[in-house]
């Protein structure tokens, strides 16, 4: 599959509307921005009596710079079929929205403005569309927002079921809004596609993020020996990771305590993950979600491959019983109203932040 095909396909055969994509892979030129009548009634489990909620949201005027995106309050169409309408708690901002904002991923899709941008919420269920089997108003979720249904940066969301999974009870759910791109992403990076044997050597890339935190969080679970890879300014936040060490990407002395490595789950890419393919054995692989990916140094035998992600409602929900379970944290930087899109996004762009913003809407 190909940098232009990186969509993501349900493993639920029910959740295949308009090719959804997932964030930080966010390609697709079938994603359009088209938002559902209405007049639309749902059916025997009908919402056409459930009222038509104003809904401040975020919205995008144009690509361009921060001044491009500002709050209004929009007519909230009734969850069609499939969807529940979900009172959002908490909506991560993810790099491609930057991306997205400023136009950069216009080769693959182009947006219709005004344009809601954000992939990943978490919320409260408060109304079901025709055909929802599995969720009833007033369950706890998290997942991915459609992107042709509208974005994430919002009071509420139409989000379909399939791409939605129930939050515990115990995990607060503003910060569950953080975990589903990375979460999906790090996991399937080491389980799907570098499959660590137990003792296996493995390099974690920007481990401070959340898709290197998920990805070290699964390959201690494979049972591999993990090294956490960050910039200096990433060392304190991954202090609470349970790894054989920290290394600092950019200090030659540290990256030569990890000795020969089996493989590089690679979330940052460029310049700086070729300088690490010495590391890796002659017959190690590395493999990377970044966009841009690495280009493997000339003379390299290593195996390389780029990795795109799939959704899996049954891993990311396992993924938040084991934080739940195992006490583990997926962190957030800071948390912001809803208002304050423009610095979220500012402070996105700076970048050193070791952990997602989350927005805020005033609903919750």
Known sequence: MTGRES?????????????HCLSPLLHCKSIVSERPDPRRECGTRSCKDIAMPQTKVALLSDYGDLDTLSIDTVDLPPPGPG???VRVAGAAVNPVDIKTRKGLLRDWFNLAFPAQLGNDLAGVVEAVGEGVAKLQIGDRV????DPAQGGAYAERANVYEAALVK?????DLID???????ALTGTQLIERAIRPKPG???????????TGRAAVFAALDAGAIVFAGVRASGVTAVADLPV????????????ETMGLLDAIADTIGGETTEGLFMYVKPEGKVVSIAVPGPNPPIGSTQSYSPYVVTFDGERLERFF????RLGRVMPVARRLPLEDVREAHRLMEVGGLNGKIVLVPEAH
């Open 244 to 255: 054989a060490s920290v290394v600092v990407l950019e200090d030659q002395s540290s990256l």
């Open 7 to 19: 969509c993501l396909s349900a493993t639920s055969t029910s959740f295949d509307h308009k090719s």
């Open 200 to 210: 296996d050597r493995i390099l974690v890339t920007g481990a401070s993020g959340s």
């Open 142 to 145: 998290a997942g991915l927002v």
């Open 176 to 182: 569950a809004a953080a975990a589903p791109t990375g």
């Open 167 to 171: 939050v515990p009870d115990n995990l």
């Open 83 to 85: 969807q529940v309408r």
């Open 321 to 324: 019983t084991d934080l739940d």
